[in-house]
Nanobody
Framework: QVHLVESGGGLVQPGGSLRLSCAAS????????MGWYRQAPGKQRELVAL???????SYADSVKGRFTISRDDAKNTVYLQMNSLKPEDTAVYYC??????????????WGKGTLVTVSS
Protein backbone atom coordinates (compact mmCIF):
# COMPACT_ATOMS: atom_id res chain seq x y z
CA GLN A 1 0.00 0.00 0.00
CA VAL A 2 1.20 3.50 -0.88
CA HIS A 3 0.04 6.78 0.60
CA LEU A 4 0.55 10.37 -0.56
CA VAL A 5 0.00 13.10 2.01
CA GLU A 6 -0.08 16.76 1.04
CA SER A 7 0.55 19.70 3.35
CA GLY A 8 1.11 23.44 3.16
CA GLY A 9 -2.21 24.75 1.88
CA GLY A 10 -4.03 27.67 3.42
CA LEU A 11 -5.26 31.21 2.99
CA VAL A 12 -2.92 33.76 1.41
CA GLN A 13 -3.34 37.27 0.04
CA PRO A 14 -2.91 38.02 -3.66
CA GLY A 15 0.78 38.38 -4.44
CA GLY A 16 1.75 36.09 -1.60
CA SER A 17 3.53 32.74 -1.55
CA LEU A 18 2.91 29.22 -0.34
CA ARG A 19 4.90 26.01 -0.45
CA LEU A 20 3.11 22.71 -0.83
CA SER A 21 4.68 19.40 0.11
CA CYS A 22 3.66 15.85 -0.69
CA ALA A 23 5.30 12.87 0.98
CA ALA A 24 4.96 9.33 -0.33
CA SER A 25 5.16 6.35 2.01
CA UNK A 26 4.55 2.63 1.93
CA UNK A 27 5.70 -0.17 -0.35
CA UNK A 28 7.79 1.90 -2.77
CA UNK A 29 10.30 0.32 -5.11
CA UNK A 30 10.77 3.40 -7.30
CA UNK A 31 9.06 6.73 -7.88
CA UNK A 32 8.79 7.84 -11.50
CA UNK A 33 7.03 11.09 -12.46
CA MET A 34 5.56 13.26 -9.71
CA GLY A 35 3.18 16.12 -10.20
CA TRP A 36 0.64 18.57 -8.92
CA TYR A 37 -2.89 19.02 -10.19
CA ARG A 38 -5.59 21.39 -9.06
CA GLN A 39 -9.36 21.60 -9.19
CA ALA A 40 -11.21 24.84 -8.74
CA PRO A 41 -14.92 24.91 -7.82
CA GLY A 42 -17.04 24.00 -10.82
CA LYS A 43 -14.04 23.18 -12.98
CA GLN A 44 -12.23 20.06 -14.10
CA ARG A 45 -9.00 18.94 -12.51
CA GLU A 46 -6.02 20.33 -14.42
CA LEU A 47 -2.31 19.66 -14.50
CA VAL A 48 -0.19 22.32 -12.81
CA ALA A 49 3.35 20.95 -12.92
CA LEU A 50 5.30 17.73 -13.45
CA UNK A 51 8.79 16.60 -12.51
CA UNK A 52 10.32 13.45 -13.94
CA UNK A 53 12.67 11.04 -12.18
CA UNK A 54 15.54 12.72 -14.05
CA UNK A 55 14.48 16.15 -12.83
CA UNK A 56 12.90 17.48 -16.01
CA UNK A 57 10.01 19.82 -15.31
CA SER A 58 6.97 21.09 -17.16
CA TYR A 59 4.30 23.62 -16.24
CA ALA A 60 0.87 24.79 -17.22
CA ASP A 61 1.06 28.09 -19.08
CA SER A 62 -0.99 29.77 -16.37
CA VAL A 63 1.69 29.17 -13.71
CA LYS A 64 4.94 29.44 -15.70
CA GLY A 65 7.34 31.86 -14.07
CA ARG A 66 5.41 31.84 -10.79
CA PHE A 67 5.43 28.20 -9.62
CA THR A 68 8.39 25.87 -9.20
CA ILE A 69 8.16 22.10 -8.77
CA SER A 70 10.98 20.12 -7.18
CA ARG A 71 11.54 16.74 -5.59
CA ASP A 72 13.70 15.19 -2.89
CA ASP A 73 14.08 11.50 -3.67
CA ALA A 74 15.77 10.79 -0.34
CA LYS A 75 12.55 11.88 1.34
CA ASN A 76 10.13 10.60 -1.34
CA THR A 77 8.73 14.12 -1.40
CA VAL A 78 7.64 16.55 -4.09
CA TYR A 79 7.25 20.28 -3.52
CA LEU A 80 5.42 23.11 -5.23
CA GLN A 81 6.67 26.62 -4.50
CA MET A 82 3.95 29.07 -5.46
CA ASN A 83 4.79 32.76 -5.76
CA SER A 84 2.84 35.80 -6.95
CA LEU A 85 -0.39 34.00 -6.19
CA LYS A 86 -3.58 35.17 -7.86
CA PRO A 87 -7.22 34.66 -6.87
CA GLU A 88 -7.59 32.36 -9.87
CA ASP A 89 -5.05 30.01 -8.28
CA THR A 90 -7.66 29.18 -5.64
CA ALA A 91 -8.30 25.43 -5.81
CA VAL A 92 -7.77 22.11 -4.13
CA TYR A 93 -4.26 20.99 -5.04
CA TYR A 94 -3.63 17.26 -5.48
CA CYS A 95 -0.35 15.41 -5.52
CA UNK A 96 0.10 12.61 -8.06
CA UNK A 97 2.92 10.14 -8.44
CA UNK A 98 3.66 7.18 -10.68
CA UNK A 99 5.10 4.66 -8.25
CA UNK A 100 6.51 1.22 -8.89
CA UNK A 101 5.67 -1.15 -6.06
CA UNK A 102 7.64 -3.90 -7.83
CA UNK A 103 10.38 -3.66 -10.49
CA UNK A 104 8.05 -4.03 -13.46
CA UNK A 105 4.73 -2.65 -12.23
CA UNK A 106 3.79 0.96 -11.51
CA UNK A 107 0.57 2.69 -10.61
CA UNK A 108 -0.69 6.25 -10.37
CA UNK A 109 -1.38 7.31 -6.81
CA TRP A 110 -3.21 10.43 -5.61
CA GLY A 111 -3.21 12.39 -2.40
CA LYS A 112 -6.42 13.62 -0.81
CA GLY A 113 -5.72 17.24 -1.65
CA THR A 114 -4.94 20.47 0.16
CA LEU A 115 -6.95 23.67 -0.22
CA VAL A 116 -5.27 26.85 -1.37
CA THR A 117 -7.33 30.03 -1.11
CA VAL A 118 -6.01 33.30 -2.52
CA SER A 119 -8.09 36.19 -1.26
CA SER A 120 -7.76 39.58 0.37
Amino acid sequence: QVHLVESGGGLVQPGGSLRLSCAASGSIFRINDMGWYRQAPGKQRELVALVSSSGSTSYADSVKGRFTISRDDAKNTVYLQMNSLKPEDTAVYYCNADIATMPTISFAFWGKGTLVTVSS
